[in-house]
């Protein structure tokens, strides 16, 4: 950790060069033809291996859904697929809007198990627990002797789920490390998905068990750090994610003083390069405003409760900050087949209006990335806001003749 924080945890062994040959075995690719039928063509001519065990992809919601799947279903109805929509998709075309990205994983070094939580809004802590323990259980009898395994959660990004669901499966999987975004919906905020056998599911999630002889690293990195200025929540109502006095006073109006902005200026832009910090067990954790209301209340993307104490956040460079991320997990596991990477859409939002996603795009086109812009992002058992997660796979051992 250092100034904005970054934090890379190792897994497994590093690739070996002397005496063995890296063999590249997932395969990679992106689409940004605009007809949807046409986009999972052109994907399905990227990725499409035998004896895949599983297609990941994560698509634009301004596609024709029932199209996607239709065509999805067709070219790949030998193999697994999950995916979901996103507010930017990341692939080997690097930060693309409106587009499709995805991944195929061969069976002879992944072993996938895939479990749907349907009635999101209504899981209780005890339906999140069994739903965790049946699918371990299930993956376990599955996996074999393959060492290194994870989690993947994609959860609808509309459902105000996040924060119990994401606390309540770490807990359950306390030995497995778990990534995730927040599916989205192009910054409508009405309606995200995730795709499951043959399907787009609303108010859903999906959680991936994959196991792998892969080494495998996760990846977390947030370019804020906590300023002195303290937020305390002193009224909220928090299964609304609204938050109504800070300090004592109108929510809105407030924040505004403290980030040294007029009230009527607060827009998307403004939350985005402020947003607030919070320590969880010693550690900072962004947390990030959706909007003013009409009323002088403020909208979080994260769950909120009356008594929280915030501080302003300052951000420190976004690429800097990426890069020396994305560098430790090179210097960790070698140059990684594949980077499963979830990144805020504030964040894809900023790196616009500096115009670094050029500059993004190729750090992350480096380390072979496939993501997604998310309503918010998944980290050890957190939701959390304005952070890359993510996990690398390095690449399987093989002997050479």
């Known amino acids: 950790f250092g100034d904005g924080k970054f934090l890379v945890v190792r897994v497994g062994r590093a690739p070996v060069i002397g005496g063995f040959q890296l063999t590249r075995c997932v395969k990679l690719g992106q689409s940004t033809l605009s007809d949807p039928e046409a986009a999972v063509r052109d994907l399905h001519q990227q990725i499409s291996q035998p004896n895949a065990s599983l297609v990941i992809f994560f698509c634009s919601s301004r596609y024709d859904l029932a199209i996607l799947a239709n065509t999805i279903n ?67 009898n599955q996996k074999g002797e393959l060492p290194n395994t994870f989690a993947m959660l994609l959860i609808d990004g509309v459902s105000q789920r996040e924060d119990a669901v994401t606390r309540t499966l770490f807990n359950s999987l306390p030995t497995i490390p778990i990534v995730g975004g927040s599916t989205g919906d192009d ?127 300052r951000g420190v460079d976004l690429i800097e900050n990426l890069r020396l991320s994305l560098e430790s997990v090179r210097q960790s596991l070698g140059s990684p087949q594949v980077l499963l990477a979830f990144d805020c859409v504030l964040r894809k939002l900023e790196m616009g209006q500096n115009d670094d996603t050029a500059r993004a795009s190729a750090l992350t086109q480096a380390c072979n990335t496939l993501g997604f812009n998310s309503y918010g992002e998944q980290f050890g058992g957190v939701h959390v806001n304005q952070t890359f997660t993510g996990l690398a796979i390095g690449y399987p051992e093989e002997a050479q003749p």
């Open 74 to 140: 067709q070219l790949f109805s030998d193999t697994p697929v999950i995916g979901c929509t996103t507010a930017g998709e990341i692939g080997p075309e690097g930060y693309c809007d409106h587009s499709i990205s995805g991944a195929s994983f061969p069976a002879d070094h992944f072993v996938a198990s895939v479990a749907r939580l349907d009635s999101l809004k209504l899981a209780e802590v005890g339906r999140l627990q069994t739903f965790a323990h049946s699918l371990v259980l299930r993956h376990e």
């Open 187 to 313: 910054l409508v905020f009405e309606d995200t998905w995730v795709f499951h056998q043959g399907q787009f599911h609303t108010n859903s999630a999906l959680m991936l068990l994959m196991s792998t002889q892969c080494s495998i690293a996760l990846v977390k990195s947030q370019h804020f750090v906590a300023t002195d200025q303290r937020l305390v929540i002193t009224a909220a109502d928090p299964e609304r994610r609204l938050v109504t006095e800070i300090n004592g006073l109108p929510a809105a109006a407030e924040y505004a003083r403290l980030t040294g902005v007029d009230v009527d200026d607060l827009n998307l832009m403004r939350f985005a390069a402020s947003p607030v910090v919070v320590m969880i067990e010693g550690k900072e954790y962004v947390r990030s405003i959706r909007q003013a209301n009409p009323d002088g209340s403020l909208s979080f993307y994260c769950a909120i409760e009356a008594g929280l104490v915030f501080r302003v956040a």
